[in-house]
């Protein structure tokens, strides 16, 4: 049965630290428009400002439907369930606030320590209704870990914008079209519906933003590189156990033979 609060209750602050992926849904105005619901995760980018506000850390993907749409009319709804334990659905129903990267406000919400590559703007729920159903048809799953191609991604389209920038006294005149702020232009300023997506963020220089590289810094390796580990490891461990068998073999056929050898030698004597 659903049960409604005017904010998130204490009871749920813990599970919803606790969970590792939600999803955001928000439409436009035009009833002839597209509804989007988008999945969110990477550890550290969702936040409890309090029972009434949340935040997360906007990565950059292949568009900017949530961005274009809270523009258009803030409306919002954040959706997480329960993989494991008891079953439980929460929405988080709200009016959405857009910080683009670049801006004073983006940077009052992300320190530059605390800023991941392909970071694009912050997006700010504040809370009028709340709910919990049963969630009873929610399956169980594990969670593994983390994907790291969209990080690593960014981190190599960061890199060709910081070294394209310094020096230059017209942030456009230095936009790699391999970069991150040529893809956010190309790829984030507009909705399916053309409504207005990202507005300036893109002109924003990553050198001068006051935003340091950290995720440049050695870390997890490319989710192609880790395949191409597994399938060496596999290669190697199942090479040595061919190794091993085929010695294995051999000692074993030495060992027949040298005692068939024996026992005629001892006929013989």
């Known amino acids: 049965m659903v049960t409604f609060y005017e904010s998130i209750p204490e009871k749920l602050l813990p599970w919803v630290r606790k ?3 939600f999803w955001v849904a928000t439409a436009p105005l035009n009833p002839e428009g597209h509804v989007n619901v988008s999945p969110k995760g990477v550890d550290g980018t969702f936040h409890i400002v309090n029972p009434n506000k949340v935040w997360y850390q906007d ?15 803030r409306r919002i709804t954040i959706m997480l369930s329960a993989f494991e334990g008891a079953p439980n659905i929460v929405r988080f129903y709200g009016k ?9 406000e983006y940077e009052a919400y992300i320190p530059p320590k605390e800023r991941i590559s392909g970071s694009r703007s912050v997006i700010v729920i504040d809370i009028h209704k709340v709910s919990t159903s049963c969630g009873y048809a929610v399956p169980f799953f ?18 060709v914008d910081r070294v394209a920038e310094p020096g230059a006294d017209d942030p456009k005149a230095c ?11 190309k790829n984030n300023t507009k909705s399916l519906d053309g409504l207005t997506g990202l507005i300036n963020s893109f002109n924003i220089p990553f050198t001068l933003s006051g935003y340091i590289d950290v995720n440049a810094a050695p870390g997890p390796p490319s989710a192609e590189a880790t395949e191409d580990r597994v399938h060496v490891a596999k290669a190697l461990q199942s090479a040595g ?7 294995l073999l051999l000692g074993i056929l030495i060992g027949f033979m040298m005692s068939s050898l024996c026992a005629r030698l ?3 004597g």
């Open 59 to 73: 990565l950059s993907g292949s568009g900017a439907e949530t961005i274009a749409h809270i523009r258009e009319n």
């Open 241 to 247: 156990l061919d190794l091993i068998d085929r010695r």
């Open 19 to 21: 969970q590792k992926v």
């Open 175 to 185: 936009k790699p079209t391999d970069g991150l702020r040529a893809y956010w232009e």
């Open 266 to 268: 001892i006929q013989v």
């Open 142 to 159: 594990t969670y593994k870990s983390d994907r790291t191609t969209l990080i690593h991604a960014a981190v190599k389209k960061e890199g």
């Open 96 to 104: 959405g606030t857009v910080h683009e990267f670049g801006t004073p």
